[in-house]
């Protein structure tokens, strides 16, 4: 499967961004969709994941409430609605894929990924 992450940017605190991650390849719809994250000088960081057909999510504590993660299953593409954006949500998004669900929230436990797209959050 063939990962593409977009919709990051620069937002003010308090703000909002929608991130998305199309999906393509043999199979695409069966795999669980992560989102991780990457702030300088940090280690990628677990954030939600969603089983294909959206009835399974599952959120790292530091977003949950401020972030939801969906599915437009006809696009194949996943979602990151990201609300009261704070500064400490500042870091490069990337989203992975895997076969098997519940998702792990260690990076090393994905093959694939897509490219990394930055958020920048002002304060």
């Known amino acids: 499967v063939q990962l593409q992450a977009s919709g990051g940017g620069l937002v003010q605190a308090g703000g909002s961004l929608r991130l998305a991650c199309a999906a393509s390849?043999?199979?695409?719809?069966?795999?669980?969709v992560t989102w991780f994250r990457q702030a300088p000088g940090k280690e990628r960081e677990f954030v939600a994941a969603?089983?294909?057909?959206?009835?399974?999510?599952s959120y790292g504590d530091n977003v949950k409430g401020r972030f939801t993660i969906s599915i437009d299953n006809a696009k194949i593409t996943v979602h990151l609605q990201m609300n009261s954006l704070q500064f400490g949500d500042t870091a490069v998004y990337y989203c992975?894929?895997?076969?098997?669900?519940?998702?792990?929230?260690?990076?090393?436990?994905?093959?694939?990924w897509g490219q990394g797209t930055q958020v920048t959050v002002s304060s």
């Open positions: 992975a894929a895997r076969e098997i669900w519940p998702p792990s929230r260690s990076p090393d436990a994905y093959a694939h």
């Open positions: 390849g043999r199979a695409a719809e069966k795999y669980a």
């Open positions: 969603i089983m294909w057909g959206g009835q399974l999510t």
